[in-house]
């Protein structure tokens, strides 16, 4: 099955404690994504990658990290999580990001107390 | 202002009624326009991408009005189903993967 596979789904984690969250699709997509989504401010682009070794930073990079080393998996780092970083996160992905539509993950829901 | 604007609704529709609603975008480099739905705090899911001379898909109907720069979708025929939020997306020539979400409309179908 098609899909993009996010994992934790849900994670509690202390302020300052690294932790990643990981992205695998299975489409051999060249786009990947990730977004942070809050209430009343929609979907916020975190990161974004064309390709292998090739990424760039969304509206609300800060605080975050991600590497591309292999086509299938994006993960997101929090290198030293803070409250204000508590959200819903989605990653997607493309075939092409031009007219291609993005199919997303389930989402993984971040609290950081 | 914001470069993908929607109104937040809730669009509040009658089963069987047909229900339209619009999305305005600022930048006129906009290449590629999609609609997406969103279920309560589950993943968007790509509803359709929107063609520069409208297209439909089954009961939903989009369009691009360049000149004014906007895209609308029309339901008809609304399910239950059919309740959820729809986010409209904007993408942009020589960025192509940074995406610009509307905040999303609600769409609510009553019996």
């Known amino acids: 099955e098609a899909q993009v596979t996010q994992n934790p789904r849900y994670l509690i984690t202390v302020t300052g404690k690294k932790l990643t969250v990981t992205c695998s699709q299975n489409?051999?997509?060249?786009?990947m994504s990730w977004y942070r989504q809050d209430p009343g401010l929609g979907l916020r682009q975190i990161y974004y990658?064309?390709?292998?070794?090739?990424?760039d930073k969304g509206d609300v990079p800060e605080g975050y990290k991600v590497s591309r080393k292999e086509k299938r998996n994006f993960p997101l780092i929090l290198e030293s999580p803070s409250p204000n970083q508590t959200s819903l996160y989605f990653c997607a992905s493309s075939l092409t990001g031009q007219n291609y539509g993005y199919t997303f993950g389930s989402g993984t829901r971040l609290t950081v107390v | 202002r914001k470069e993908v604007e929607q109104d937040p609704g809730p669009f509040n529709v009658p089963e069987g009624a047909t229900v339209a609603f619009n999305c305005t975008y600022s930048n006129s480099a906009s290449q590629s326009f999609f609609w997406y739905r969103q279920d309560c705090r589950k993943e968007p899911k790509l509803l359709m991408s929107?063609?520069?001379s409208g297209n439909e898909d089954g009961r939903f109907t989009a369009q691009l009005n360049r000149a004014s720069q906007y895209i609308s979708l029309l339901i008809r025929d609304s399910k239950l189903s059919d309740s959820a939020t729809y986010l409209c997306?904007?993408?942009?020539?020589?960025?192509?993967?940074?995406?610009?979400f509307g905040a999303g409309t609600q769409v609510v179908v009553t019996p």
């Open positions: 929107v063609y520069s």
């Open positions: 489409m051999n997509h060249e786009y």
């Open positions: 990658s064309m390709n292998v070794e090739v990424t």
């Open positions: 997306v904007v993408n942009r020539k020589k960025s192509w993967g940074k995406l610009q």
